[in-house]
């Protein structure tokens, strides 16, 4: 049975990748973790024979034959520079993350991307051609014009967990009782001023992009689009077509880091896609080091935008002593040389991680709790410990607590007192290890691989012409018919009928009442 299973999947595996199809993939963000998502679009959609132009902002040395890209390194320039610096987030002298920041910032950026001289030849270039069009969302929804340019499908990529801004471009937003924001701070189960916080806090959000900047955006969009549209002859479609027309969101998510939503058949989770099968081997020095530690390793790393090296020097000098007094071998990503190191700690410049990761005797990793690195940890089942510093981070390491694999520490000059107790904590209580352990096996355990599910839906909805049968239905109400606001209304009017008849007609009874009242008075009198 499982023989004829494999060779019906390696079958269709053939037939799916037989035909070659050509497909703009479209990651512009200036950030180093949406790059590694969005090359893994690429990778896998190179290894299943298409032909893929990339619009990205990193440089790609040697491109593949397939592979065409077109730089917006320019995008870098749009950032605050202080935004993603360590000290800057810790004395609050940075740009606060917020929401409402976000979709200003990025509204630029998009427009930044589509004004891009080659981003504009490619657009204006009549002989180019799509069969897809892959956008990573990033707060704005102007990207989905690439695809009516090319009158093809539209995929989103959701860099996170399953979230109401981008669920509501394919469906319906998700409740704020119990599914949060992707920036929250607090996570459920909310207590009765979370869950009230939190609908104020999405109602804001959602008043802002779309009744106070939606004009902005549209104007926006006609103005980069309307004269392509016109070079090719043809009328620019409105707003709404365009942005309600995505064929599926691909969402770099599983189970494993998302809350279990309720979600739409046009979403799919891939989450895990842009880790390697083959995990690549340790460095010579660092494997005997990591093979040597037989009391366990401790990774630490704050990703690939944050750099351990902005931290405050006190915060440094304090961390290193506490990671000194530790038995455990210490691993810290370090874009710089420490001087006077404790001999159980060692500075990696550049780290391998997901071989680091992989390693046995890794007893914990302490991160930012972005969601790359907390899927990471899930896949090669290890616990962390999350220091949440923007974004997505404070409800991803929430989550793991939750699901019983991490602990949290807030970033702060006095932190290593209580990032000590959190190490000895998640290195003696096995529970933690075996709860990673566990959702690894959850996170393993699906029919077929994540690079796998990302290529089949690319192909479905190429193959399909858009997989119109998975769109929701929700899509085609407005927003009244969908909350029954009309219901509302008529019982609204029919109660004010009730009302009006009910006080004439006690009006009317009233007066009768008095009436008779006064006429047997005066026959009273008149006797
Ligand atoms: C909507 O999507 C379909 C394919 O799914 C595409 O053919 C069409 O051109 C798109 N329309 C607009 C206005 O983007």
Known sequence: MENVMTLLLLVSAILACSESAKILVVFPGPSKSHGILGDGY???????????????????????????????????????PNLV??????????????????????????????????????????????????????????????????????????????????????????????????????????????RVNELWNQLKVQFFKYVWLDGVEEKLYTSLFAPIFDKRGRKLPTYNEVRYNASLVLSNSYVTTSGGASLPQSHKFIGGYHIDDTV???????????????????????????????????????????????????????????????????????????????????????????????????????PIIGIPVFGDQFINVGKSINKGFGLRVDLAYTMSDELKKKIVEVTRNKRYAEKAKELSFIHHDRPVKPSQELVHWVNHVINTRGAPHLRSPALDLPLYKRKFLDLAALIAVLLLAVYILLKRACAYICSQMCAKKRNSGSKKKNN
């Not at 959609?45 to 730089?71: C, M, Q, S, W």
């Not at 740009?95 to 630029?108: H, K, R, W």
């Open 85 to 194: 610096n360590l000290k800057g987030i810790m004395d609050k002298t940075s740009v606060e993350m917020t929401a409402i920041f976000m979709l200003s910032a990025m509204l630029e950026m998009a427009k930044n991307t589509v004004t891009n001289t080659d981003v504009q030849n490619l657009l204006n270039d009549p002989k180019e051609q799509f069969d897809a069009v892959i956008v990573e969302w990033l707060f704005s929804d102007i990207g989905a014009g690439f695809a009516s340019v090319f009158e093809c499908p539209l995929i989103w990529s959701s860099s996170v967990d399953p979230h109401w801004h981008i669920l509501q471009l394919i469906d319906e937003p998700t409740n704020p009782a119990y599914t949060v924001d992707f920036m929250s701070t607090y996570f459920p189960p909310l207590s009765f001023s979370q």
């Open 42 to 80: 690429v990778r896998h959609l190179l290894n299943a024979g298409h032909e893929v132009t990339y619009i990205t902002p990193f440089t790609y040395k040697n491109p593949p034959a397939n592979l065409r890209t077109v730089d917006v390194s320019s995008n870098f320039k749009l950032l605050p």
């Open 280 to 382: 690549v081997t340790l460095p010579e020095n660092l494997k005997k080091l990591m093979d040597g530690a037989k009391d366990g390793v401790i990774y630490f790393s704050m990703g690939s935008n944050l750099r351990s090296k902005d931290l405050p020097d006190e915060v440094k000098i304090s961390l290193l002593k506490m990671f000194g007094s530790l038995k455990q071998t210490v691993l810290w990503k370090f874009e710089e040389v420490l001087p006077d190191l404790p001999k159980n700690v060692h500075i990696l410049e550049w780290a391998p991680q997901q071989a680091i990761l992989a390693h046995p005797n890794l007893a914990v990793f302490i991160t930012h709790g972005g969601l790359l690195s907390t899927t990471e940890s899930i896949h090669f089942g290890v």
